[in-house]
């Protein structure tokens, strides 16, 4: 069975930081693609994040560049978003969600399972 469960979330000052962390089982990830998506209040889910089964590139959307660190520990079948400098602006659930193949893909159509997602709030 595919689970995923993120953690790490909380409330933060702006400019501070936090570690989100997706915990999976069911499958390896070595097989597969993980994406980190975020969705504030009244908008759409957006991907901001992905990293390949491969030692090939992540992508990181363009307002979390330079911030936002996404990283793998396969053998603790995890992944990571280290979040640094952070704005109200990251304010949102944020999710991971899983795609079998080699290559990331930024919209949310293209991932079949999903984690229940954690909440960030970034104070001003």
């Known amino acids: 069975q595919v689970q995923l469960v993120e953690s790490g979330g909380g409330l933060v000052q702006s400019g501070g930081s936090l570690r989100l962390s997706c915990s999976v089982s069911g499958f390896s990830l070595d097989y597969y693609v993980i994406g980190w998506f975020r969705q504030a209040p009244g908008k759409e889910r957006e991907g901001i994040s992905c990293?390949?089964?491969?030692?090939?590139?992540?992508y990181y959307e363009d307002s979390i560049k330079g911030r936002f660190t996404i990283a793998r520990a396969n053998a603790k079948n995890t992944v990571y978003l280290q979040m640094n400098s952070l704005k109200p602006e990251d304010t949102g659930v944020y999710y991971c969600?899983?795609?079998?193949?080699?290559?990331?893909?930024?919209?949310?159509?293209?991932?079949?399972?999903w984690g229940q997602g954690t909440q960030v709030t970034v104070s001003s």
């Open positions: 990293i390949s089964n491969t030692a090939g590139p992540t």
């Open positions: 969600a899983t795609l079998a193949g080699s290559s990331c893909e930024k919209s949310h159509l293209f991932y079949a399972y």
